[in-house]
């Protein structure tokens, strides 16, 4: 009730303002001076009108223009506001009058008001954003994903524009506004409107973002465990807040997770396991888990996918496309950045995380490409307890990766252990093609009886192709080598094709780049800052690396993050010595004689057999044609020459044909408005008759003409099928 009356009051000081200043806006039939509490009255209803038809009317056109919201960039705000004005003009006439210039009255009253709504709104804390916890997903969700709207869903675009263009501008005003010298009037009303416990007001900024991405949903959040990724170009603060949206996201109520599980799998939880807690172990941007034990005795754990979840990240993801269509259609130099691929991959990744069926599938292929390591370990899939949105799997026991204290505890060798786990992720991107692309502290444990690793979620994956392999394989030697003029080849080869390339001038450039890092060094940076660099000279250059390139580079940075904070600060070319050290200590192992003759020996093999009759076939078909003096790829002058003969006559007749139809045309239409022409008092009666005779003359034959080509071009077409 506070916050209702707060609000009121705050839109009665705007109307006051606004019909003080703004002309043609005046209070009739009362006067300020003789009946100030009539006037007051006046103004009290004004606030009274335009917040409730602010609260009904705004929501539902915004509702309905969500696309035309994005199009104007915001603009339609504005005009909503407008509309506002008028509307309240009309609904308030004993309340007010406006003069002549209605529209314009209108205009600059709406825009003032909502300029000053919103300083006052910043002032007293009235768009502060709430500290919100187990919500239960919103039922409206599961009905509009129902809709048959097609591919796209419009309505629940619509309304994620709206709830998004909310929850930023909140935020961000509540950001600005705490670090300005008015935070302390915002955090005094804040306090007498909200209980202490709700507002954000002695948060940093660092966690009120957080929090925002939180707010936002699971594509955000997932686009601020991306960001997250990027340690070197994050605040020491920021990145502890941020890293927090791995594993340490709201999670959503037992009641949703027992309806979730029994629409998937057919039963409730308390039917399927032997026991089931409802309390989260932990919850993540697209789903949460749950500790359970299988009738068997198996401990495992649940993973169950957030309800709705497709509906409103799909929404989401058309929304980012649009506006990002927007950006780079109005602003043509922003597409040189190569915005809209990453934008795609990401949009890729998001979507096949919301099927755990992929998940489950990535699970069982990484256990089997990582049984050569003994100290490597995946979880194992229940396939009888899984679907699309529950995927059960094995338990495990271990702490995050980057708990130093706790590996210390555990009596482990960090750097041993760092380097065991580089050496398995270069064997994943360099050897297999199938990789873990996310590989933050939060999806890496170790056992500390073992010392083993422990790979978690499996959601998203990295595939790269043998040349695609090799190319980054070679990367890595060439940087360790400070070879420029080898890593500039293997990076164009990286890229997507570009024309006109300067080899010489990127080459200079990237052999600038090394010597500056990993030669003439002052303060080492890491690996993960210098292809960072790389990156930047790439798309200074016009080109854009490939999106397997880039997902593997991260993942790469990712696990030189986690070396580091294992061995502690290291030089660059330290780093780049284990990763070259390891990459060949994995070469040895892969060229072994028996495992050559296993990996390639019998496939090649099998391949040549298999195509051993075709090859028979066309090698005598090969010497048929070279008995007879002619062979497949065999250019003959005659049939070259006669082709072009051919070719040259063609385009005789086409110009022909053109030169007639414009003619034709010409003369057909010349004649018609010869017709059409008054002649009457112009030239004698016997000259007008001459002249029309022809014209007639000149229209038939115009007519004819036209009708000849097109039954000439239609019979050979006829005859060309």
């Known amino acids: 009730m506070l916050y209702f009356l707060v609000r009121v009051l705050v839109n009665t000081l705007a109307a006051t303002l606004v019909m003080h200043v703004v002309p043609g806006l005046r209070l009739s039939p009362y006067a300020l001076n003789s009946a100030p509490l009539a006037a007051a009255a006046s103004y009290l209803v004004i606030g009274l009108l335009f917040t409730v038809l602010r609260a009904v009317v705004r929501p539902l056109i915004l509702l309905l223009a969500g696309r035309l919201y994005l199009w104007s960039m915001g603009l339609l705000a504005l005009a909503v506001d407008t509309f506002i004005f008028l509307l309240l003009s009309y609904l308030a006439p004993t309340v007010w009058q406006v003069g002549e210039t209605r529209l314009f009255s209108a205009v600059f009253g709406a825009m003032l008001m909502g300029l000053t709504v919103a300083a006052l709104e910043a002032l007293t804390g009235l768009d502060s954003p709430l500290v919100t916890t187990g919500r239960r997903s919103p039922f409206y969700w599961r009905w509009l994903g129902m809709l048959p709207t097609g591919q796209r869903n419009w309505i629940v675009e619509s309304l994620r524009t709206q709830q998004m263009v909310n929850t930023i501008q909140r935020y961000m005003v509540d950001i600005v506004v705490g670090i300005s010298p008015f935070g302390g009037i915002r955090r005094a009303s804040q306090r007498l409107i909200y209980r202490r416990g709700q507002v954000l007001s002695d948060l940093s900024p660092a966690a009120k973002t957080r929090l925002m991405l939180q707010e936002l949903g699971p594509t955000f959040v997932k686009f601020g465990q991306m960001v997250t990724s990027r340690s070197e170009l994050l605040p020491e603060a920021w990145l502890i807040e941020l890293d927090q949206l791995h594993d340490d996201v709201a999670p959503f109520p037992a009641s949703e997770v027992e309806q979730v599980i029994r629409r998937e799998l057919g039963k409730p939880p308390a039917e399927l396991f032997a026991a089931f807690e409802p309390v989260p172990l932990a919850a993540a941007s697209t789903a949460q888990v749950h500790a359970a034990t299988l009738a068997s005795g198996e401990r495992v ?201 300067d080899f010489a001038l990127l080459q200079r450039h990237i052999e600038r780049l090394i010597n500056h890092n990993l030669l003439f060094v002052d303060a080492p940076p890491s690996l993960t800052m210098v292809m960072s660099q790389i990156v930047e000279v790439l798309v200074r250059h016009g080109l854009q690396m490939r999106a397997e390139f880039a997902l593997a580079i991260k993942a790469i940075g990712q696990g030189e993050s986690i070396m580091r904070s294992l061995m502690g600060e290291k030089p660059t070319d330290y780093m780049l010595d284990v990763a070259y050290t390891q990459l060949k200590k994995l070469v040895q192992s892969e060229l072994a004689p028996g495992d050559m003759l296993e990996r390639v020996g019998k496939p090649l093999t099998r391949d040549v057999l298999g195509r051993l009759p075709g090859l028979l076939t066309a090698t005598t078909a090969l010497l048929d044609d070279f008995q007879r003096g002619q062979l497949a790829f065999q250019i003959s002058a005659d049939s070259l020459d006669q082709r072009v003969r051919g070719l040259r006559g063609d385009l005789n007749a086409s110009v022909r044909r053109i030169v007639i139809s414009v003619l034709a045309v010409g003369l057909l239409l010349g004649s018609a408005l010869t017709l059409l022409f008054p002649l009457e008092g112009l030239v004698s009666e016997v000259e007008s008759l001459v002249i029309r005779r022809v014209a007639e003359f000149g229209f038939v034959a115009g007519a004819l003409l036209i009708a000849v080509l097109l039954l000439t071009l239609l019979w050979q077409a006829i005859r060309k099928r």
């Open 301 to 501: 754990v649940v993973k169950v996918l957030r309800p709705d979840i497709a509906v409103t990240v799909k929404g989401d993801l058309n929304v980012m496309q649009d506006a990002l269509t927007l950006i780079e259609r109005r602003i043509p130099w922003s597409r040189q950045f190569g915005v809209s691929s990453l934008f795609h991959e990401f949009a890729a990744n998001v979507l096949t995380e919301l099927d755990l069926t992929n998940e489950a599938y990535n699970a069982r292929m990484l256990a089997h490409n990582m049984a050569k390591f003994p100290w490597v370990h995946v979880p194992q899939i229940y396939g009888a307890y899984s679907s699309s949105k529950v995927l059960t799997q094995e338990r495990v026991a271990g702490v995050k990766i980057a708990d130093v204290a706790a590996l210390d505890a555990a009596g482990i060798d960090r750097e041993a252990l760092a380097i065991q786990f580089f050496r398995v992720l270069l064997q994943q991107v360099i050897f297999d093609g199938f990789f873990h692309a996310d590989p933050h502290p939060g999806n890496i444990w170790v056992n500390t009886e073992t010392g083993g690793v422990i790979f978690l979620d499996m959601g998203l994956m990295g595939y790269l192709t043998p040349q695609d392999r090799f190319s980054l394989g070679e990367l890595i030697w060439a940087l360790q080598d400070r070879d420029a003029r080898a890593a500039t080849r293997v990076l164009i080869a990286m890229c997507k094709p570009a024309p006109q390339q």
